[in-house]
């Protein structure tokens, strides 16, 4: 059966280069979502912020992957996972892969000394990849929200203060600008004050402040603002038609974000010394697996 293909106009080439340009700039943070790199073309100034502009978007750059113009890795959907049901073809190739696990993996909890228990919380699951890559070197744990926190959410975080009891509690919240990312942390904050009689959490949210949206010169979501929803009123009357996703911000900048939020919280001074004693024993895991594997290998 004969291949489907697009027709690149000149027009398509010239956005598909300033897609490849965003891509090669932010290189670090690949792979990227469609939605970030939207947003960075709007940001820019390429295209307009339209359902049509990102419908556009969309077939351009799964075009320009399928002709080779983008590279597959450079780009995922992180809702969409793969789970592989595979066994292994033999047990040599079963005992490989166990020794190259073997004791892999390590992590000392880097806070356990600290006075404070940190946690993140962010409103998209899309920007899971760069939250986790930032807190996964602090030991400190990142919650997807996905919109409205159900009360099991809430409740599983009442049994982790209950586990860290006598460690000053500190919720980090990362999310939209709009009416529904506006109202997340207070809904979250009084379902667990008001009704689950959780007391002493400090709670901040970190991102995305009006001031962001100002200084970094956001593109706006007007969809967000849905005039049925009786949270928009309140919005807009509070800060105006103003709109704008946590995808918007470049990663980096989210990224500078992350760090200096929790860095703001942790006992430096304790968190080196954890770091230290995490190296040394790394250092002794790597001399055993070594002598585990010869020990195979002349049997």
């Known amino acids: 059966m004969r291949r489907r293909t697009f027709n690149w106009t000149e027009k398509q080439r010239d956005k598909l280069h300033k897609v490849q340009d965003i891509l090669q700039e932010l290189a670090e943070y690949k792979p990227l979502t469609l939605r970030q790199i939207?947003?960075?073309?709007?940001?820019?100034?390429?295209i307009e912020n339209t359902t049509s502009q990102y419908g556009m978007l969309s077939k351009l750059v799964k075009w320009g992957r399928i002709d080779g113009e983008i590279p597959w890795e450079d780009m995922e959907d992180r809702l969409r996972t793969f789970r592989n049901a595979a066994g292994w073809t033999d047990d040599k190739a079963f005992i490989a892969d166990e020794l190259g696990n073997f004791l892999r993996g390590y992590r000392r909890d880097l806070l356990q000394t600290q006075e404070k228990y940190i946690e993140v919380w962010i409103e998209k699951d899309a920007l899971r990849s760069i939250f986790k890559r930032v807190c996964h070197s602090y030991c400190v744990s990142v919650i997807v929200c996905r919109g409205f926190?159900?009360?099991s959410v809430l409740n599983d975080f009442r049994e982790r203060?209950?586990?860290?009891?006598?460690?000053?509690?500190?919720?980090?919240?990362f999310g939209d600008f709009d009416p529904s990312g506006v109202e997340m942390?207070?809904?979250?904050?009084?379902?667990l004050e008001e009704e689950l009689g959780v007391t002493g959490v400090t709670f901040k949210r970190i991102a995305l402040l009006k001031g962001d949206i100002q200084k970094y010169r956001l593109p706006h979501?007007?969809?967000?603002?849905?005039r049925k929803d009786t949270r928009t009123t309140k919005h807009v009357e509070a800060h105006g038609e103003v709109a704008v996703e946590l995808d918007a911000?470049?990663?980096?900048?989210?990224?500078?974000?992350?760090?200096?939020?929790?860095?703001?919280?942790?006992?430096?001074?304790?968190f080196r010394r954890e770091v230290a004693t995490h190296r040394r024993e790394i250092d002794k895991l790597d001399q055993l697996k070594e002598e585990v594997e010869e020990f195979i290998e002349n049997r």
């Open 38 to 46: 939207y947003y960075q073309l709007v940001g820019k100034g390429f």
């Open 149 to 151: 926190t159900s009360v």
């Open 161 to 173: 203060l209950l586990y860290y009891r006598g460690r000053d509690p500190v919720m980090l919240y």
């Open 185 to 191: 942390l207070p809904a979250m904050r009084t379902t």
């Open 221 to 226: 979501n007007p969809s967000a603002l849905k």
């Open 249 to 270: 911000l470049r990663p980096d900048i989210l990224e500078g974000k992350i760090r200096k939020a929790i860095d703001s919280e942790l006992d430096a001074k304790a």
